[in-house]
């Protein structure tokens, strides 16, 4: 018998499946993801699956993992302090495609070099500037590299990633090495999230196989790309921007494998986040735009995946405006108080105890600041300050923020990951309705009727009954789920307008609504809504009758993500491209810079083995066997003067092949 071992790191949960002969599920649990220190949820996980199947670690034959953490991180804006070396751009150039969003203030160090767009060299590489700047730049995690059209010629980044390493010994992310395509700004932004992303999806990946092998599992370990493929955990921890959407891609995956469903809505329920694909004839589609995170459009190739601020833990607004009290949910996520309270029952209860026992109403009763680290040394002053508040804790929030001032320091330290934010969620929602009854339910009501003391616009309290107040949560969570679900709808249509407002449009509501009156309206989401996500079963019934579809809810749908994690495919893709080098001249782009050719045939061969020897030796390094490979060619030219000129011309190289695996 031949077993897989499937691990899904999210928010909020780790999930663990076990599955036999590539086609039972054979035992799954989830374990809260304990982020100070990630070996403990995964091992949780993994240890009770063991359990309930009686599986020896040594059947283990391999083990994948798929993770939120580098899309949640992206959507909440946390991650690693870096440096971006700019090479032969200007400052203004840093404003341009979301780079600025990116850098989040970091330091950036632009100096001379770069090429044009036929791969010859602008102007000389300056690296006495870059060794000079490098000495100013500290507590960074890692560097990113850009230059001019260095998809044309890489050398520029090349060398100064040798001086960088040289002098710092911290790792660094050439853009080149992330994305063949052109657009330099982008290209920069993709590399600066990369290097982000590295402490990060390194200590996830280490964790795991220390772990791993404590308790005799030493079969090799994939990580799910975004596109649903798998890779190996070393090409994972040099590239961890291409795990952005990892979760989500193995949860299409997991869906489909689940389901057997060829044409549907796939809408995946986190912790964070809410992610909506959409499967076409058995297979995710492929953002050929780059994956969009956090606002962030990436050079990154990942399933075509609209990736919300809406889970089962995001925080809880009123809108103090509205008359009536309306209600909002995200984008950040928040410890929900119940979850607070299984650890620290005592600190939780007595602090909600005290906002229910006073007549005076602080709009931060019932919230909760949690320490997540003690390294305070990148703090300022007044950051320290207010960290030195909480570092003992979890404290009440009321107690931490002593001005308003402080909020900016909570901001920052939440940023940074330092510090948690602990506060009502729709999971707190769902312990009052007794729809989940994981955590401590009676911190939840607590906590609900704090909440409820708030004054609407009108100046009447929100509600008196937490019953009441988290049925209107999970009502809300039901509304914007299902504009999330017809936001994505939008976006496949070929209909003028921008999918976000197109779903929101009074006349779409009113469709929804099916209106009758002099006008006749109706709205649906024509193909069915597979829920996913451990919250999924709790409302998406709710979700689809909205929307006027069918939901289907498959039987360990609450771990697809770790399901996707194991059955899907390795899979690398390389591109190249030639261009006209002037007449009678084809230039092929490689690592090492142009080469020309006076025929184009030669220039086509060439290409062609240039790519099959890179993505055959990717494919290999990722721990495929049976290898095909397919190609994708495409040409351009032009009518000048009666006679066709070439232009440009492409090949992409798809190599594909299921994990090396011992036993099947």
């Not at 034959?61 to 090479?87: D, F, H, Q, R």
């Not at 590399?191 to 599992?217: F, P, Q, W």
């Not at 499967?279 to 050079?299: Q, S």
């Not at 230039?587 to 006076?598: E, M, T």
Request: charged letters at 25%; one cysteine or more; aromatic letters at 4%.
């Amino acid at each position: 018998m031949a077993v897989m071992l499937g691990v899904d790191t999210g928010g909020t949960y780790t999930d663990a499946v076990l599955i036999k002969n590539d086609v039972e599920v054979i035992a799954s649990s989830k374990s809260l993801t304990t982020r100070f220190n990630l070996a403990i949820g995964v091992g949780n996980a993994v240890s009770s699956v063991l359990k309930e199947s009686g599986v020896s670690a040594k059947d283990i034959v391999m083990t994948s993992l798929s993770t939120t953490l580098a899309t949640n991180a992206l959507v909440e804006g946390k991650g690693g302090k870096v440096c971006l070396v700019y090479i032969g751009f200007n400052a203004k150039d840093i404003e341009r495609q979301g780079l600025a969003d990116a850098l989040r203030g970091d330091p950036v160090i632009i100096i001379s070099g770069g090429h044009d767009h036929s791969g010859n060299e602008n102007s000389k590489l300056d690296l006495n500037t870059l060794r000079i700047e490098l000495d100013k730049i500290d507590n960074v995690t890692g560097f990113a590299i850009a230059g001019q059209f260095a998809t044309r010629n890489p050398s520029h980044e090349k060398a100064a990633r040798d001086v960088i390493r040289e002098v710092t010994g911290i790792p660094v992310s050439c853009s080149y090495e992330l994305s063949a395509k052109l657009g330099g700004p982008k290209r920069a932004m993709t590399a600066v999230l990369n290097a982000r992303l590295i402490g990060m999806i390194d200590h996830l990946i280490g964790a795991t196989e220390s772990y791993l092998k404590s308790i005799g599992i030493s079969s090799q370990m994939m990580v799910v790309r975004g596109d649903g493929a798998l890779i190996s955990a070393e090409q994972a921890r040099k590239k961890p921007i291409e795990t952005i959407l990892s979760g989500p891609a193995a949860s299409i995956v997991g869906a489909s494998w689940l389901t057997n469903e060829k044409d549907a809505l796939i809408s995946d329920i986190g912790g964070t986040t809410t992610d909506v694909a959409i499967l076409k004839e058995g297979k995710p589609k492929i953002d050929p735009d780059g994956a969009m995170v956090g606002g962030l459009r990436t050079m990154v190739e990942a399933v075509a995946m609209r990736t919300f601020g809406l889970g089962g833990d995001s925080q809880l607004h009123l809108n103090r405006e509205g008359l009536k009290g309306e209600l909002s949910l995200g984008p950040r996520r928040v410890l929900p108080v119940s979850l607070l309270a299984v650890e620290y029952k005592k600190i939780v209860h007595d602090a909600l105890d005290s906002a229910l026992n006073s007549n005076k109403v602080n709009e931060f009763d019932g919230q909760f600041l949690v320490p997540m680290t003690d390294n305070a040394s990148e703090l300022s002053d007044r950051d320290i300050i207010v960290f030195n508040r909480i570092k003992n804790g979890p404290v009440p929030m009321s107690q931490a923020v002593k001005t308003r001032i402080d909020l900016g320091s909570i901001n920052r330290l939440l940023e940074r990951g330092i510090i948690m934010h602990s506060a009502l969620t729709p999971s707190d929602a769902s312990h009052v309705l007794g729809t989940v009854n994981n955590w401590d339910s009676a911190a939840a009501q607590k906590s609900l009727l704090i909440f409820g003391r708030m004054r609407t616009g009108s100046g009447e309290i929100l509600s008196k009954d937490a019953k009441e107040l988290a049925f209107r949560i999970i009502n809300q969570l039901t509304e914007q789920t299902s504009e999330v679900i017809l936001e994505t709808a939008f976006g496949e249509e070929d209909i003028d307008g921008k999918a976000r407002d197109l779903a929101r449009h009074i006349l779409v509501k009113s469709g929804l609504n099916h209106h009758r009156n002099i006008i006749s309206l109706d709205a649906s989401i024509n193909l069915p809504i597979i829920g996913l996500g451990a919250s999924a079963k709790t409302y998406y019934g709710a979700v689809g009758k909205r929307l006027s579809t069918k939901t289907i809810l498959p039987k360990h749908g609450d771990v697809a993500n770790a399901i996707g994690a194991v059955v899907g495919q390795i899979t690398m893709r390389e591109s190249g491209k030639i261009v006209s080098g002037g007449e009678g001249i084809w230039r092929v782009f490689a690592d090492n810079g142009p080469v020309d050719y006076i025929k184009k045939n030669d220039a086509y061969d060439v290409l062609r083995k240039i790519l099959i020897d890179k993505v055959e030796l990717a494919a290999k390094n990722a721990g495929a066997e049976n290898i095909q490979i397919q190609f994708e060619d495409d040409e351009q030219s032009a009518t000048i003067d009666g006679r066709e000129v070439f232009i440009e011309g492409s090949i992409l190289a798809i190599a594909s092949g299921r994990p090396r695996i011992s036993g099947l």
